[in-house]
């Protein structure tokens, strides 16, 4: 009989499976496609220019968060006015 | 589009200016982003799209856009610029409004580029930025005789330090209230009357600059002393390019012997961390998987945190001051040498950190072959997420020794020998590649030397902390979910009854690892690297995870008893952990960087052939390591 704690492990382990399925193994275009099709707008990031530990800041056109910030669909934000 | 549709959205601005003015800076006073400012030429290569409030209440979107010094683009990244300002964006009206930011301690280089926009018709503010500098100097300009000089507003800024700010966004208020009450403005039509500056429109421009510096600069000022001092000593063609290498030289030192103790403490965190999980949770799976999967995979990693952070203050540093336009100067006969471009060394020199910012960086150069010899080459530049990989097998076979009175690590002389070997496998890959496929006369590096500026700590703060973000929600992600299935590969099938051997022999990663060792013995590889060498394919500091969870998962006890890298020198021969440093030199193993050449190349072709020739190179380097020290050393 299946456990309380293998229920769990595997609940852990499917999700693991679906993010990386998702956001690694998935190609930009068919996600982006699917992102569509579930009506919601794409990403603001590209995969591509995400950039590995080594600090890409994102170079992409929507940029990156801003502090303290929301980034809407095109990437912008409505950081606040410094001045 | 209609322009209605185009007033129902917010007024949209555009920071226009010659590189190395101050755009960025001043797009991230305005909205409070964090975009990367450095003190050299070509760092931002793409637009990007922020929104503040202005002080009248209203939402304006604001664009950064690359440098240029005039519309007639000749780079890909200048082509932004010119499509953006001229609404050649499909979706996409032009800006409403121009803010031009100009440097004042150069306005006769910085003034051609606002004639020529001011030509187009629409609303131009000046942001009359470094103004702290030009003071220094002793530069005075008259804001009031410029601004009636060019016929358009002036605001004297200090982007850097967030002063000119209010008086900009009041004036962007007040110019997009005026432009929104007159019929031409405002109207999303993109000119049409724009035709390439001829070489006579550039010289007009150039007589036009004088009469408005006539009029309103009361004293050009003198160039910085010190930068022509500094620069004596260390553009001398004797002296520059050893004190350079010494800079390089010292900051690997530093990456070893600062990092020392935060590492210790992290790995101290993490063993009691692990030991009171294991405690507190029963034998079973979950325990297994948050110990052996989780723990020891993702803390394998985090505690290279402070050496990233040691390299990034370094270069933060280097790059606030002035020095890599310098450096990129006295590397350019160096560069020339094996064909590469004078303007390779910036998209080189961002590689350290991450080849994909590396590859957009060869926007900046005009001609495409010299371009796509630039891309080809760049992985070969050791970005940091080699640096967990590098100094995991260093601490585990290269004694913590020093070396001439103390003052030379040689933990520390082996990583720069590493980052050496990288930075002369790319100049041989370029010299191949530019007398074959890319064949081509080469062009002179043209480059601005900015004045050297002191560091500002709150950039260099924040851009630690980017990066510390940066690393720790990659852990914290793809790491982390990464392991988890690495776990779950390692794990099951379990092994059957009477089993003598660890479990994931039997496992799927170890069939896997089994089924890959034939192919990689050849070059020394045991069977755990070649499971940790397929997740690593996500991102190269993915494999010093995945050989943490494997280990783990080997010992016949439920933790790995002691660290990494006392495990690994145990297992591995030097011959082994030589061929894998080789192997890490050359090796492909990153999508991010694939996706981004495929990206900017537009071929898969391009994207290919990096693949195939990065991995023969990596697998003939490997092969030549392990057979050479083997011979040597007795594998």
Redesign the interface.
């Known amino acids: 009989m299946i456990g309380l704690e293998s229920i769990l492990v595997g609940f852990i382990v499917a999700a693991a499976f679906l993010w990386v399925a998702w956001s690694i193994l998935l190609p930009a275009s068919v996600r982006v496609r699917l992102r569509r099709l579930a009506g919601h707008p794409p990403e603001a990031q590209s995969r591509a220019s995400s950039g590995c530990a080594g600090g890409c800041c994102g170079c992409d056109a929507a940029g990156r968060r801003p502090l303290r910030s929301h980034v809407t669909p095109e990437g912008g934000s409505d950081g606040r006015c410094a001045g | 589009m209609s322009s209605t549709a185009i007033l129902a959205g917010p007024p949209r601005i555009a920071l226009v200016g010659n590189p190395n003015c101050g755009k960025t800076a001043l797009f991230n006073?305005?909205?409070?982003?964090?975009?990367?400012v450095a003190n050299y030429p070509g760092v931002?290569?793409?637009?990007?799209?922020?929104?503040?409030?202005?002080?009248a209440g209203a939402?304006v979107?604001i664009i950064?856009l690359p440098g240029t010094y005039s519309l007639r683009a000749r780079s890909p990244d200048e082509e932004v610029t010119r499509d953006v300002v001229l609404g050649r964006f499909e979706h996409e009206t032009p800006p409403d409004v121009m803010v031009c930011v100009a440097d004042a301690t150069n306005l006769r280089l910085h003034l051609r580029l606002v004639l020529e926009l001011r030509k187009l018709g629409r609303p131009i503010i000046l942001a009359l930025n470094m103004m702290d500098v030009a003071e220094a100097r002793g530069c005075r300009v008259d804001a009031g005789a410029l601004s009636a000089a060019l016929g358009v507003p002036v605001v004297p800024t200090v982007a850097i330090r967030?002063h000119g700010?209010?008086?900009?966004?009041d004036q962007i208020d007040r110019t997009v209230a005026l432009a929104s009450g007159s019929s031409a403005a405002l109207s999303g039509v993109a000119p049409c009357g724009w035709s390439e500056p001829t070489a006579s429109d550039l010289r007009a421009y150039h007589r036009e600059v004088e009469d408005v510096l006539a009029a309103a600069l009361r004293d050009a000022g003198r160039p910085s002393l010190a930068t022509r001092r500094i620069d004596a000593a260390l553009l001398h063609p004797a002296i520059g390019l050893p004190f350079l290498f010494l800079v390089l030289f010292l900051m690997f030192q530093a990456v070893f012997a600062w990092a020392a103790w935060p590492m210790d403490m992290i790995d101290a965190g993490l063993t009691w961390f692990q030991g009171t999980v294991g405690a507190a949770l029963p034998d079973?799976?979950?325990k297994s998987?948050v110990t052996d999967g989780i723990i020891a995979g993702v803390g394998s990693v985090l505690i290279f945190l402070p050496q990233?952070l040691v390299l990034?203050f370094f270069i933060l540093i280097l790059e606030s001051t002035g020095y890599m336009a310098r450096a990129a100067f006295l590397l350019d006969r160096l560069m020339g040498g094996v064909g590469l471009h004078g303007r390779a060394f910036i998209p080189l020199l961002s590689s350290?950190?991450?080849?994909?910012?590396g590859i957009?960086?060869a926007r900046t150069i005009e001609n495409r072959t010299d371009r796509l010899a630039t891309i080809m080459i760049a992985p070969l530049m050791t970005?940091?997420?080699r640096l967990p990989v590098y100094t995991l097998i260093i601490a585990a076979f290269v004694p913590n020794r020093t070396m001439l009175g103390g003052l030379v690590g040689l933990q520390g002389l082996v990583m720069f020998t590493l980052y050496a070997a990288g930075i002369l496998s790319a100049l041989a890959v370029a010299f191949v590649l530019k007398r074959t496929v890319f064949k081509g006369a080469r062009e002179p590096l043209l480059m601005e030397l900015p004045s050297y500026r002191l560091p500002s700590a709150r950039d260099v703060l924040l851009g630690l902390f980017?990066?510390a973000r940066?690393?720790l929600a990659?852990?914290g992600?793809?790491i982390?979910?990464?392991m988890?299935?690495l776990?779950?590969l390692g794990t099951f099938p379990a092994a059957p009854d009477g089993a003598t051997g660890p479990a994931i022999d039997y496992s799927f990663a170890g069939m896997l690892g089994h089924a890959l060792a034939p192919l990689l013995a050849p070059i020394g590889f045991t069977w755990q690297i070649a499971i940790a060498l397929v997740p690593g394919m996500?991102?190269?500091?993915v494999a010093v995870a995945a050989l943490g969870t494997v280990y783990a998962l080997s010992e016949t006890g439920d933790a790995l008893s002691g660290s990494l890298a006392s495990v690994l020198a145990a297992d591995w021969s030097l011959p082994t952990a030589l061929s894998l440093l080789a192997w890490f030199i050359f090796a492909p193993q990153?999508?991010?960087?694939l996706?981004?050449v495929?990206?900017e190349t537009n071929s898969w072709f391009w994207m290919l052939a990096m693949v195939a020739y990065m991995t023969l190179l990596a697998y003939g380097a490997a092969f030549v390591t392990f057979r050479v020290a083997s011979a040597l050393l007795g594998g």
């Open positions: 006073a305005l909205t409070g982003a964090r975009q990367k931002t290569v793409e637009r990007k799209v922020g929104e503040f409030l202005s002080p939402r979107q950064d967030r700010v209010r008086g900009l966004l079973g799976l979950l998987l990233i990034f350290f950190a991450c080849a994909v910012p957009m960086a970005c940091s997420a980017e990066r940066i690393f990659r852990a992600t793809v982390f979910a990464i988890i299935l776990w779950f996500a991102a190269r500091e990153c999508v991010s960087t996706s981004v495929k990206r």
